[in-house]
């Protein structure tokens, strides 16, 4: 099996910025893509940014400009930059990898338990 695991969230100012991290417990032999997602209370879980295995990123209108999305593959980790944050960025952050192959699991689709962004006004 794998694990992601996130970090990297916390209390923040509106305007300020945050990096949230995402390390995986295994090595990746391909992966399809990588992304972050949030669910804000009340809310449905909305996706945020993409990367796919190619390289190529996509964001939500709501966080392109200010997000960006990027991965680290010699440490296995996957990194969310926030900068100029609004109150409405509140959320928890899940990180999550499809069509994950590694060696002697197969592939399969893995989500992050989370990580709480609080952006206050």
């Known amino acids: 099996q794998v694990k992601l695991v996130e970090s990297g969230g916390g209390l923040v100012q509106a305007g300020g910025s945050l990096t949230l991290s995402c390390a995986a417990s295994?090595?990746?032999?391909?992966?399809?893509?990588l992304g972050w997602h949030r669910q804000a209370p009340g809310q449905q879980r909305e996706l945020v940014a993409t990367?796919?295995?190619?390289?190529?990123?996509s964001y939500a209108d709501s966080v392109r400009g200010r997000f960006t999305i990027s991965r680290d593959s010699a440490k296995n980790t996957v990194i969310l930059q926030m900068n100029s944050l609004k109150p409405e960025d509140t959320a928890v952050y899940y990180c999550?990898?499809?069509?994950?192959?590694?060696?002697?699991?197969?592939?399969?689709?893995?989500w992050g338990q989370g990580t709480q962004v609080t952006v206050s006004s």
């Open positions: 990367l796919t295995g190619a390289g190529s990123t």
């Open positions: 999550n990898a499809l069509g994950v192959k590694v060696i002697g699991v197969g592939t399969n689709d893995y």
């Open positions: 295994r090595r990746f032999v391909s992966v399809d893509a």
